[in-house]
């Protein structure tokens, strides 16, 4: 068997993470509720780095207001 062959018998990869309007059809319930679960904590972090950026610009407000 050669190395290099394109039409081996190796597994397509599944990506790890989700991208937006990829095809789901694919996806069994499980991977569908493991990207569910990946995306809602992804928004969670993202509502966090929001909640400092809106602290941070908060501080330098009151801060240069006098």
Do not use: N, Y
């Amino acid at each position: 068997m050669i190395e290099d062959d394109p039409f081996g018998s190796r597994p397509a990869l599944k990506p790890t993470a989700h991208e937006i309007g990829s095809d789901l059809s694919t996806l069994s319930e499980v991977e569908i509720e493991e990207r569910i679960a990946l995306l809602e904590a992804e928004i969670a972090r993202l509502r966090q780095a929001l909640d400092r950026k809106r602290s941070s610009r908060a501080a330098a407000d009151a801060f240069f207001k006098r």
